[in-house]
């Protein structure tokens, strides 16, 4: 592997088309994943906006490497929840990953499987550490701006997205008037 200087657009999140593998999530790529389900289906109807996409370095998946690039989640809501990603566990659980904020403001939801919930609010310059084994989610609580982050994980950790995409995460982030609230999710546990 040789050294690399890559550019970053820090409101964007873009990184140069030919270093990268990018993935992006519209509103209809994501049933199941909001608790709203008819807010959701009348929202990809609609305009079936796009909520995230992340740009990935596509590093050699290789013990000992580091996969790294950025996640943008859109501004939105459906139903009372902010848009975020779908969220992972990593395939090898007891993997840490950072996320540091260069635009917007989110919060960053964990848990892990025995129940344990974490989350913390971040904004540019602020970064956050997921322990291993916490399942972790990016939320855009901004009402006008995209939520930017870069992320670093050991590259051979791998997603297990299954898990959340059956479960869901026990707590949601929803609108709470200007501010947002976490609150119980009513239907974690639901075979979706
Ligand atoms: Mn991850």
Known sequence: MKSKLIPFDL???KIPESVQDSLKRHISDLAGIFADTDA??????????LVYEFYDMGMPETEGDLAFGTSIV????????????????????????????LSGHGVMMMEDPEGH?????????E????????????????RDQKLVTFYV??????????????KGFR?????????YAVVDNPRWGENT
Do not use: W
């Open 11 to 13: 409101e964007t999140g």
């Open 40 to 49: 959701l289906n009348a929202m990809a109807a609609e305009d079936d906006r």
């Open 74 to 101: 859109y501004p939105g809501l459906v139903g009372r929840e902010f848009f975020m990603t779908k969220g992972h566990f990593h395939t090898i659980l007891d993997t840490a990953e950072v996320y540091y904020c």
């Open 117 to 125: 919930v974490e989350y913390q609010e971040m904004r540019p310059g």
């Open 127 to 142: 970064a956050v550490y997921v322990p291993g084994k916490y399942a972790h989610r990016s939320v855009n609580i901004s």
């Open 153 to 166: 994980f050991r590259a051979d950790a791998g997603h297990d997205y299954g898990t959340i995409e059956q």
């Open 171 to 179: 707590k949601l982030v929803v609108e709470n008037g200007d501010s």
